[in-house]
């Protein structure tokens, strides 16, 4: 673009540009990662604009290919034998060719005949399949491709089942002490002696101190051993919805078939066999009212009964006696009846006389009718004898298809191995476009049905005046009908036996319907089966592709009611006649059955005394080749007199009559109404017609027509269409010169004939479409020759370019409009697709392949195209003649004849291109439907051109000329332009002209100036980006134009086209040589970029010119991602895709296999490694948990601040942001991205696109040179490299290994999810861009009629079928998609650490490298940690040793934060099942020791990181394997005594004891093991675990945080709740301890509110610990963000447990902090929750609604509880835990564990006197308990909560009486209270506290009634005040309180203590309390019997009434007891004042 031209694009502001300036601005300031993405350096071209491509042809003239050595030559030039030209054979069914061989054709027929007869002619990409376009990378070849993988070994799968022991692993053979050895007592696992054991084998030269360098190169070349070559060929294939480039070759043409039907004819069997019957088949359909087959002839009389026609026939032809026929149904429906017509030999006698016999006479009867049946016999043999050349009429049956196809049902399915198998493309195309009609209703597909033998035994007579079709027709309709006349009939029985089935795919013995034998025929003598011919019921579209030639005659009627004389019983002769004698009767009437195959003549059936008869007959003929005006038809009538008289003829002729076949050269058909001739017609007669009244003739009627007959032709010769029989005609008379002509009225001149034919080619588009598409490879012939050989008319040639070229326009739309059911996904029409590729030739062309001897004599007609022509300069003055201006006729000068035809001679393509460009707006219009077309018939031109020309050695430069090129040129523009402006009117015509054009472009780059093609792609993006910025949908046309880059981009020569092994202009050529060794790396400190290298990596103007095509790819992909980009997510996806099909054709491209290629050819995708690093912010986060992804980028960025300050900007805190890095989940918003993460947020990229993007990036990085990467990855600012690291992370987070087990839950979940995609992806397509919602919807129907030609997008359709496509996958499929996703695990991760490794390499002397690598550590400890294979493990670990040894200060000198992480995962991977894994982890361990000691002496640091790591591992890690752990740690030891270098340290001696201490937990792990089913017992040993711990404060954290885990799994979430707390106080009390700040808790105190047990927590004190010593309280815990996470954890798990008010108290410690650090979008969140938490407690204010826990005393007793014996615990169980749940868990869990009859439950709570138990058991007693609260207690413990929170104390009563029973009367029972309190308060951090305290008091039965009566009277209060009141409750607990109970009710109490005064007056005061309450009792009676009235219903007053008279009863019976006095009070007072007051009180209490 010239400067002026850029200027005012740039300021048109639209969405792109005034985007794009707006970036620009912003990155010249700050020098963003992305400056690269828009400007280039060099060519300044932003990306929305496409930079000038070089030219191509100069490039590698300058560069021949001998310059590049070895397998890269091939890449630079398409190869020599690129194109080639094919004769494929036309495929012909029959054995005989058919095709007439007579010598005098006329031009018609020669034409026809040449056209079938004639090979295909093919012109071959020889690579063209290794195209994407092509072969297609789809699911099924990747499977196949997928075979042979090694199994890679992971950890998750070798594990099995989660808490499997190891002994099911691959080495538990020499494990030296597996747990069956050890005895089940818990203190067992000590027994292991880490001496005794053995160790896993040593690294060899481990100890050995090697340079680093020698240890990278070792580790490499170890890396580069058994990788995948391919690695894309372990994703999944590209999805196919995207495939726009997808083509398939078509199928070759082949004659049309409906569904066939093999009808054989077994028997026919009479009640009396006297005579022979002759039957006919044939298919009618009801509801087109139409005979849809023609007639098949079958005879199955025995021999016997044949012989009776002795006398008339001659020697039967083979082909007559077929039984079995094939009908063909192309349009099958329910309305198909299968008739069969039976005839017999003429006899006296009327239809229904003839009939009698069969209808009377049986079978059984024939002794009795002997006579009978003998007279019949001896009749029908005279009949025979005499008449036994003519028939009758005689019965018919019909049989309904329909019935036999849906009642027998599809075939047994069983027997295909795939079900209801989807047709293949293949066969889809071959059926062709009939099927549509029916296959949607499939109880009428006769393709597939099981055969069914039928018996018909019902047949109907004929009747002599209901011969006719039409008659037929109204029967068939009858019959369908319940009650059908037919019925009522008296039927003639027979039985017919006939087998219907599918017609077999390769039947032998067939016969077509012109009696030729179809292939195989294996012996001509076998009987035949013949092929009917069918009429199908609508029209066909399929070209004709064989020669036929038949005419049908059917007679209809004859009236000769008014001829006079005996004229009665009449048949009509019918004769082909070539001349007008007689003996000129050609035999061309094929024979019916058992007679000749071809006869002169044939008589119609003959109906007994009628003078106007009806006919069915119909009569076969093959038309000779060439018919003649002397060729006619002649029939003629004849009275047959049936009884022989004498002196009577016995057929008399009556009339004649003719029809001549041809009129003005055209063929004659159609309904006639002919007249009839008394004598014999006169000389000269054929000529013309009998509607001609010739003198001296007598007419029967007076020249009225008195015979109806119609002829019908199914002819590939005669098109019977008057517009093409006109065109045809003249084209011929042009050939053959013949002047004047007669046409039809008109005589023609040569004056007049180009007028005419002018007019001819006009009228085609009126022809009718049948006859033009079955015409169609004629009439395009026709057309392409009037093109290329214009007519020379009187010396002067014609030039008709512009006519036929709008014929061809109009034919094209035509035959696509007949076929617009089938055409391909691409919109093409397969009929014409398959005429341009096999059909399609260059009229005259000599086909001999070039390269042979040329011809001698070059004729003149070919010598334009003749191999041997020397290029000469005609050509090119004859189309500078001819091209300027179509319509100008040339006359040579004085040249002859035969030379002007020469110089007449054009190329088609260059006319196409001409008429095409200057064609007026109707025709254009047209053409653009169909310009595929166009273009694929330009393609073919012009590659036969050169092919036959031999032009391919010409350079490509001058293979055209420079005029057709600017035609192609103005055709490209003008159709991008249709594409651009109908992009919004008409999306689907645009989609279709886009890819096109694309495909057209992509075709010439295989044969024109690639240059110069480059430039047309450019000139075609520059149009598109014009128009972009007033779109109004610009995602359409950006979809369009990615569909057009992608076709182009699918050129099998790909590679080649974009140039790959020229070095980028500007610089010099990179050394190939460059190593990649360490050695070099002095070279990466050099300041400046290598601007060679950075231009190769980004999208710069030079990458885009010289390589084109990737760089438009590429392009596509940056503005899809751009984060402005419109439609976003459809783009991502299709640009995306793009590049991923495009990388795995290369992967399985034969071409590509050397390292050295694949490299050149993974250099043209450089820029996609800067592309994806920039859009990182926008993919899928693969890893867990968003707030754990902070970006490793962030640590490196310095987009806010200047790029150039590297050391200031590295946060040492920020330095920890790693993904899965150690920071609390809320910690993401001090670490995210800065301001500019929200700038360039955008639309995200769904995880299917991340994870596609990030396998091409993976591809990129496995193929491209590494010392390339090296140079590339040198130059990159901090920030950026930090992206990639990122991007590196995100790749093994995307890739990371799913295990089998996910396999199988994903299985179930899948089909759901597909049918949802499915939907999602079509609402997509119909929201974005409206236009494909016409092809959504179109498949949609399609889908519905079956037949969906390779419908590209539906899934369902194509060969697609992505694996998720199928619910329930076999295991043998998910075993395979685990192996590929291992291997694609493994794969990716060993690519990430190839990279990592040249990063290290590169950064090695950078200023910066401390934090680079820090994050390279990161990311490999990231790999280290994820689910990886052993082989990729035992590489990482080599990495990470050689890191460390390479840069120790990393982990020793740095924060302890990465060195904790490596720790952690190296101990995971020691306990490893896997030996290698162990091996290589343990050597890792021992060096980091060595590592860390060595640097200081001591390994402390080391020494506490691996305890912790130990606590954390053992407490988190389920199935983690102890023993292998032991081995590991043997193996350590092993190391450390042979490490012969520290000898003399007291390394090996810190080392034994860390080992040994290491040891000692896990043993205590392996009782935590034993007690894995046991939670309580396994809470309480981490507690014990965590206890012991109390002097380092970051491993009892550690404890503290799996406990919380442990029981957030078990779902005690107030017990994980305490332990936050417990973890917070901990923090809390070593930050009080460090700064004193007024925000903070000041330690444990602060906590006292939430729990009292939290002091304990108070234990640290200074002399334990100072907190600055190394090592301590350095976790990312012990920090005030630490110590926020903490206390946001309990918050959650106390709302988790209900206890909201906990809650408020944890917030009231965590606000403070917050508000110090100004953070209110927490402090909003916690308001919020602190809002959410009160509400519910209003809501749930009774405390019903929240259950906090039921508790149980458990008592153990016996020895072989060990150290739980004798011990008395208080269990929290989950509410609502009855008493048998937790008895019956306790009992089956030590069941389990002692063994059965050993546990015993003790059924009471009594004490247990340990002398009367069993020694050898083990007893357990458990009582249900109650919290308790001191009256003082209850004022403060208000709500439920408080009553069920912070409990010491419970109570449990044990009722007893004096003689040992639970229960006696009510005067003996006692109870036992007795209070335990536990030594911490409940919910504490384990569900069971040991008891401390116990203390017991025993009640006296009087007291025990006092209480039972207060809790009555309690009861009853509750009910009656209740708010809102309970109905129901209140009335069950009045019934139990009045009601008239008798055990022990309140009236019993009263009787038993207060019937007699005790005498014992310390009891008084408890008889005067119980009286007491039993006056509260019955008040509360009272109120509770008063608010029941409120509350009942009319229908409950009677209840209430009973209630009432229960309670008076009651208190009747209660009042005298209660008002006696006790005598105390009655005597007179002694003492003073208080009992003074006690009696007034008392009184008070009597009143």
């Known amino acids: 673009m010239a400067a002026s031209e850029r200027r005012a694009f740039a300021h048109k502001i639209n969405r792109t540009v005034a985007a794009e300036v707006r970036k620009q601005v912003s990155r010249e300031r700050s020098g963003s990662p992305h400056s690269s993405r828009r400007s280039s350096s060099s060519l300044g071209v932003p990306l929305t604009e496409v930079i000038e491509p070089l030219d191509f042809e100069d490039v590698l003239l300058s560069r021949p290919p001998d310059v590049e050595p070895g397998p890269l030559r091939d890449l630079i030039e398409f190869p020599a034998d690129d194109l080639e030209l094919l004769k494929q054979p036309r495929e012909c069914r029959t054995t005989e060719s058919g095709v007439p061989e007579d010598g005098k054709l006329d031009a018609q027929v020669r034409a026809a005949v040449a056209m079938y007869s004639e090979d295909w002619v093919i012109v071959r990409r020889r690579y063209q399949h290794l195209s994407t376009a092509y072969s297609p990378v789809t699911t099924e070849t990747q499977r196949e491709r997928q075979k042979g993988l090694t199994c890679q070994v992971f950890e998750q799968d070798t594990s099995g089942d989660e808490r499997m022991g190891p002994e099911d692993t691959d080495d538990s053979q020499h494990c030296s002490g597996s747990p069956e050895d050890t005895p089940r007592s818990s203190g067992a696992s000590g027994i292991f002696s880490l001496r005794n054991l053995a160790a896993d084998s040593l690294l060899p030269a481990l100890l050995e101190r090697a340079a680093p360098e020698d240890v990278d190169q070792r580790n490499e070349a170890l890396r580069r051993q058994h990788r995948a070559p391919a690695l894309l060929t372990l994703y999944p294939a590209p999805d196919e919805d995207e495939a726009v480039e997808r083509c398939s070759l078509p199928e070759p043409p082949r004659e049309h078939f409906g569904q066939r039907i093999l009808v054989k004819c077994l028997s026919l069997k009479f009640e009396i066999e006297i005579e022979p019957i002759f039957g006919t088949l044939a298919l009618y359909d009801v509801r087109e009212k139409k005979k849809i087959s023609e007639n098949f002839y079958f005879d199955l009389n025995s021999d016997s009964v044949k012989g009776l026609l002795r006398a008339h026939g001659t020697h039967p032809a083979i082909s007559t006696l077929a039984r079995s026929a094939i009908f063909s149904v192309t349009y099958p429906s329910p309305d198909i009846f299968l008739v069969v017509k039976l005839e017999k030999v003429l006899q006296q006698g009327d239809i229904s006389e003839c009939c009698e016999p069969y209808m009377v006479m049986k079978e059984a009867d024939t002794a009795k009718n002997k006579e009978k049946l003998e007279r019949l016999r001896l009749a029908a043999e005279q009949f025979c004898t005499r008449l036994g050349r003519y028939r009758m009429p005689f019965a018919w049956t019909a049989v309904h298809l329909a019935n036999i196809v849906s009642s027998v049902g599809p075939q047994d399915r069983d027997s295909d191995s795939e079900g209801e198998r989807r047709p293949t493309w293949a066969e889809r195309r071959r ?104 009429f199908p019921a609508r029209e066909v579209y399929a070209p004709h592709t064989c020669y036929r030639n038949l005419l049908f005659v059917y007679p209809h009627s004859l009236n000769f009611s008014s001829r006079q004389g005996s004229v009665r019983n009449l048949a009509v002769r019918i004769q082909y006649m070539a001349g007008e004698d007689q003996s000129q009767a050609l035999p061309v009437i094929f024979g019916k059955s058992s007679c000749s195959e071809f006869t002169r003549e044939a008589f119609t059936p003959v109906v007994y005394h009628n003078k106007s008869p009806e006919f069915y007959e119909e009569f076969k003929l093959r038309l000779p080749a060439c018919v003649t005006e002397n060729h006619h038809l002649f029939f003629t009538f004849y009275h047959v007199s049936c009884q022989p008289r004498p002196g009577t003829a016995l057929e008399t002729p009556v009339g004649f009559t003719w029809i001549p076949l041809l009129q003005h050269g055209r063929l004659r058909t159609g309904p006639f109404c002919l007249p009839v001739s008394v004598d014999q017609p006169p000389p000269s007669y054929s000529v013309l017609t009998p509607d001609v009244a010739l003198p001296g003739m ?241 393609i073919k031109s012009m590659e036969l051109h050169l092919l036959l020309n031999q032009r391919l050695d010409t350079p490509r ?50 044969i024109a100036d690639r240059g110069y093609i480059f430039s047309l792609v450019r000139a075609h993006y520059k149009q598109v980006a014009t128009r ?54 002095s070279t990466f400190s050099s300041q400046a970029p290598d601007p060679k290298v950075t231009s190769m990596f980004e999208l710069s103007g030079h990458f885009r010119q010289q390589h084109f095509l990737s760089g438009l790819l590429l392009t596509e992909l940056a503005l899809a991602l751009d984060p402005e980009a419109e439609g976003a997510s459809l783009l991502h996806k299709k640009a995306i895709s793009a590049v991923h099909s495009l990388l795995c054709s290369h992967d399985v491209d034969s071409r590509y296999t050397e390292t050295t290629v694949k490299a050149k050819v993974a250099e043209l995708y450089l820029p996609l490694l800067s592309l994806a690093r920039d859009t990182l912010p926008r993919l899928h986060g693969f890893t867990e948990g968003s707030g754990q992804r902070s970006r490793l980028a962030s640590m490196l960025d310095s987009d806010t601040e200047g790029e150039g300050d590297i050391g200031g900007t590295i946060n040492p805190s920020v330095a920890m942001a790693i993904a899965g890095g150690p920071l609390a989940p809320g910690s993401r918003a001090s670490i995210s991205q800065g301001p500019s993460a929200a700038a360039r947020s955008g639309c995200p990229l769904s995880a299917e696109s991340s994870r596609t993007l990030l396998v091409c990036v993976l591809w990129v990085l496995k193929n491209a040179e590494p010392a390339l990467l090296q140079r590339w990855a040198a130059d990159l600012a901090l920030p950026q490299l930090g992206r990639l690291l990122d991007l590196l992370y995100l790749c093994l987070a995307a890739f990371e290994y799913k295990g089998k087990r996910a396999f199988e839950r994903i299985n179930s979940l899948t089909f759901k999810k597909s049918l949802d995609m499915k939907a999602r992806l079509e609402e997509a397509i119909l929201g974005t861009i409206g236009a494909r919602q016409e092809m959504v919807r179109r498949s949609r129907e399609r889908s519905s009629s079956g037949n969906q030609e390779n419908v590209r997008w539906r899934k369902s359709v194509t060969h697609w079928r992505q694996t998720s496509d199928r619910v329930d996958k076999t295991k043998d499929e998910m075993e395979h998609e685990a192996l590929v996703d291992g ?133 988190t890690t389920q199935n983690f394997s102890e023993e292998h752990l032991r081995r590991s740690l043997k193996t350590i030891l092993t190391y450390a005594e042979e490490d012969i270098g520290l000898r003399d340290s007291t390394f090996a001696e810190q080392v034994q004891d860390l080992m040994f201490n290491l040891h000692m937990i896990l043993t205590d792990t392996v009782k935590m093991k034993e007690h894995q089913e046991d939670p309580e017992m396994l809470m309480d040993l981490m507690y014990r675990i965590a206890r012991g711990y109390q002097g380092s404060p970051d491993l009892r954290l550690t404890w503290l945080q799996n406990m919380a885990g442990k029981h957030a799994e078990l779902g005690n979430h ?98 403070p902090i917050l508000e110090a650090h100004r953070d209110y979008k927490k402090l909003a969140a916690v308001h919020g929750k602190l809002q959410e938490a009160f509400t519910k407690i209003m809501h749930q204010s009774s405390g019903w609604e929240r259950v906090f826990g039921t508790y149980f005393r458990v008592g153990f007793y016996g020895a072989r509880f060990g150290d739980l014996d004798e011990q008395e615990f208080v269990y929290k169980e989950p509410s609502i835990t009855k008493l048998a749940e937790i008895s019956h868990r306790l009992e089956e869990f030590y069941t389990e564990r002692f063994g059965d009859d050993v546990v015993e439950i003790i059924k009471d709570s009594n004490p247990v006197d340990k002398s ?21 207690e209850l004022k403060d413990r208000v709500t439920y909560f408080d009553r069920n929170y912070g409990l010491r104390a419970f109570l449990f009563c044990t009722p007893f009486t004096p003689d040992g029973r639970a229960h006696g009367e009510l005067a ?136 009432e008279r229960h309670y008076s009863r009651l208190r009747e019976a209660l009042q005298p007891l209660l008002t006696q006095r006790l005598p105390q009070l009655l005597a007179p007072s002694s003492t003073s004042l208080r009992n003074s007051l006690n009696r007034s009180s008392f009184r008070k209490a009597d009143l």
């Open 957 to 1006: 430069k001058l293979r055209f000329p420079g005029r057709f090129l600017d035609d192609i040129a103005a055709l490209v523009a003008s159709v991008g332009l249709e594409v651009i402006t109908r992009a919004h009117k008409d999306m689907e015509l645009a989609e279709r002209l886009n890819a096109s054009l694309a495909f057209f472009l992509s075709d010439l780059l295989s």
């Open 431 to 534: 059926r062709g476009p009939q099927d549509r009609g029916c296959s949607g209703d499939d109880a009428c597909s006769f393709s597939s049905f099981r055969p069914a033998t039928l018996t018909v035994t019902n047949f109907f007579k004929q009747e002599a005046e209901r011969l006719s079709d039409e008659d037929l027709f109204k029967f068939l309709a009858d019959m369908r009908r319940p009650s059908s006349l037919l019925r009522r009939l008296r039927p003639v029985t027979a039985q017919l036996k006939i087998d219907i089935s599918p017609a077999p795919e390769n039947l032998h013995f067939c016969l077509s319907p012109e009696l030729l034998h179809v292939k195989p025929y294996p012996d001509p003598r076998g009987r035949p089966t013949k092929e009917v011919l069918e």
């Open 1383 to 1515: 291997n694609l695990a493994t794969e990716a991760s060993l690519v990430v650490l190839d990279m990592l490794e040249i990063i290290v390499q590169t950064v090695m002397l950078s200023e910066a490298r401390e934090s680079i690598l820090s994050a390279v550590l990161k990311v490999v400890l990231y790999s280290l940690g994820s689910a990886q294979s052993a082989l990729f493990l035992q590489h990482g670990l080599a990495t990470q040793r050689a890191l460390v040894s390479k840069f120790p200060e990393l982990l020793f000198e740095e924060d302890t934060e990465l060195c904790a992480d490596l720790c952690l995962r190296l101990l995971r991977h020691c306990g490893s099942r896997i030996s290698t894994i162990r091996i290589h982890a343990s050597a890792s361990l021992y060096l980091l020791m060595r590592q860390n000691f060595e640097i200081g002496h001591n390994f402390a640091r080391v020494k506490m990181l691996v305890t912790m790591s130990l606590s954390s591992l053992v407490g």
């Open 1614 to 1711: 107030a017990e994980a709740a305490q332990c936050m707390v417990h973890a917070a106080a901990l923090v809390a009390e070593y930050l009080a301890l460090l700064e004193d700040s007024r925000h903070l808790p000041v330690g444990c105190v602060s906590f006292q509110n939430v729990s009292s047990n939290v002091l304990e927590e108070s234990a640290i004190s200074d002399d334990i610990l100072s907190p600055d010593e190394e090592g301590f309280c350095s976790g990312k815990n012990f920090t005030e963000l630490g110590l926020v996470g903490l206390l946001e954890q309990a918050a959650a798990y106390f709302t988790m447990g209900g206890l909201y008010e906990a809650v408020n108290e944890v917030y009231k410690n965590l606000i």
């Open 1868 to 2003: 003996e029972q006692h109870k036992r209270k007795t209070l335990l309190s536990t030594e911490h308060a409940f919910p504490y951090i384990k569900t069971r506290i040991r008891v401390c305290h116990r203390e017991e008091t025993v009640l006296t039965p009087v007291e025990v009634a006092i209480e039972d009566m207060q809790k009555k009277t309690r009861e009853l209060a509750f009910a009656t005040e209740q708010d809102p009141p309970d109905a129901k409750m209140l009335q069950m607990v009045l019934q139990g309180s009045v009601g008239p109970t008798v055990n022990q009710g309140p009236l019993e109490v009263a009787q038993v203590f207060l019937a007699e005064i005790p005498e014992d007056p310390k009891l008084f005061r408890h008889h005067n309390k119980l009286r007491l309450c039993f006056k509260d009792f019955c008040k509360k009676c009272e109120d509770a019997l008063r608010k029941n009235k409120a509350l009942i219903g009319p229908d409950q007053k009677e209840y209430h009434r009973e209630l």
């Open 1812 to 1832: 009367k138990l069993d020694p050898q058991k083990a007893y357990i007693q458990i009582t249900y308990v109650e919290p308790h609260f001191d009256t003082y």
């Open 1028 to 1081: 972009l910025q007033s779109a109004p949908n610009p995602t359409a046309l950006l979809t369009l134009r990615m569909d057009f880059t992608r076709i182009l981009c699918s050129h099998e020569h790909y590679v080649t086209l974009n140039l790959p092994c020229s070095p980028l202009s500007p610089p010099a050529s990179p050394s190939p040589s460059v190593s990649s060794t360490t050695s070099q790396s």
């Open 698 to 938: 007598r007419w029967v009627d007076g020249h009225k027509g008195v015979f109806s007959v119609e002829l019908t032709a199914v002819s590939s010769v005669h098109p019977q269409d008057p517009h093409l029989d006109k065109f045809f005609t003249l084209v011929h008379v042009l050939e053959e010169g013949t002047f004047p002509f007669r046409l039809k009225e008109t005589v023609l001149s040569e004056a007049t004939v180009e007028q005419e034919l002018r007019a001819s080619l006009a009228a085609l588009r009126h022809a009718s479409p049948e006859p033009l598409v079955t015409f169609s490879h004629h009439v395009l012939d026709k057309l392409v020759h009037l093109v290329v050989r214009p007519p020379i008319i009187g010396g002067q040639i014609v030039n008709l370019g512009r006519g036929a070229f709008e014929a061809m326009a109009h034919v094209a739309s035509l035959v696509h409009r007949s076929l617009e059911a089938v055409q391909d996904c691409r919109g093409h029409c397969p009929l014409l697709a398959a005429y341009v590729h096999y059909v399609f030739r260059l009229p005259g062309g000599d086909l001999s392949l070039p390269g042979g001897v040329p011809p001698a004599t070059v004729q003149a007609a070919t010598l334009a195209r003749g191999s041997g022509r020397p290029t000469s300069l005609y050509l090119t003055r004859s189309k500078s003649i001819s091209s300027s201006n179509p319509d100008l006729a040339v006359v040579p000068g004085s040249v002859d004849d035969e030379v002007s035809r020469i110089l007449a001679t054009k190329l088609l393509h260059e006319e196409l291109a001409l008429q095409w460009v200057v064609s007026g707006s109707a025709v254009r219009e047209v053409a653009l439907q169909h310009a595929w077309f166009f273009f694929q018939l330009m």
